[in-house]
């Protein structure tokens, strides 16, 4: 049973280039949350989606970055015309949804390994 | 604003011995807690994580004391391993959500043979 996959694990990009970041959750779970991390830095919460829906993108800077999670595929996560300040590590965990059947109500996340991104 | 931080940024100690990692917290609405350990290159795994209406919980050699009444939250390893050698973060959930999570910065946890 295959854990969470991110791919690349590593994207370099010039400023300017778009990136995008796959995630394809556990099997079985239909939740995705993007986290992006800074150097030294923890996680800071992005996006929050299920298939073909967007729960909560409060995290998401306004421009240029979105993120989707088709029927079919992966969830991408994009970044549109990528500027040095975007290099960070890219981290998407998945979950069941199914809260409050395990720890009271809140989600248990599993992460994936990372897209390390460097724009140059 | 950060919500969650930690009082160390890093923390050395030798194999075999037991090692505290520390972590304030601000939001007193927070009431649920989670310890993850990240290995260099890799994601964030879970560790432990316990209620606001506990005050510790133990798994395999590690112990979570959370004292509300100075928002402050520990992860005790116990004969700390090489294996350990890791950045630890300490998560919140507020209770506003059911997902959302609040990371601190992390603490770098060094285990000398």
């Known amino acids: 049973n295959a854990g969470v996959m991110q791919n690349p694990r590593h994207l370099v990009r010039r400023r300017g280039q778009e990136a995008r970041l796959r995630c394809s959750p556990m099997k079985g779970h239909s939740h995705v949350y993007w986290y992006r991390q800074l150097p030294e830095e923890g996680l800071k919460f992005m996006v929050y989606l299920q298939k073909e829906n967007i729960i909560d993108e409060s995290g998401m800077p306004k421009e240029r970055f979105s993120a989707e999670f088709p029927k079919e595929g992966p969830s991408i996560l994009r970044i549109q015309q990528v500027v040095r300040g975007d290099s960070a590590a890219y981290f998407c965990?998945?979950?069941?949804?199914?809260?409050?059947?395990?720890?009271?109500?809140?989600?248990?996340?599993?992460f994936g390994p990372g897209t390390r991104l460097t724009v140059t | 604003g950060e919500s969650v931080g930690l009082h160390l940024p890093t923390l050395s100690v030798q194999e075999g011995d037991n090692s505290i990692i520390n972590c304030a917290y601000s939001?007193?609405?927070?009431?649920?807690f989670i310890w993850y350990k990240q290995e260099s290159g890799k994601g964030p795994q879970f560790i432990i994580d316990?209620?606001?209406?506990?005050d510790k919980r133990q798994g395999q050699r590690v112990t979570v004391l959370l004292n509300k009444t100075v928002k402050h939250l520990s992860l005790q390893i116990a004969a700390t391993q090489p294996g350990d050698s890791a950045v630890y973060f300490c998560a919140e959930n507020s209770g506003g959500s059911n997902y959302k999570l609040t990371f601190g910065k992390g603490t770098l946890l060094t285990v000398n043979p």
């Open positions: 316990i209620r606001s209406n506990m």
């Open positions: 939001n007193s609405a927070s009431d649920y």
């Open positions: 965990a998945s979950g069941s949804g199914l809260a409050g059947l395990k720890r009271d109500d809140v989600d248990e996340q599993y």
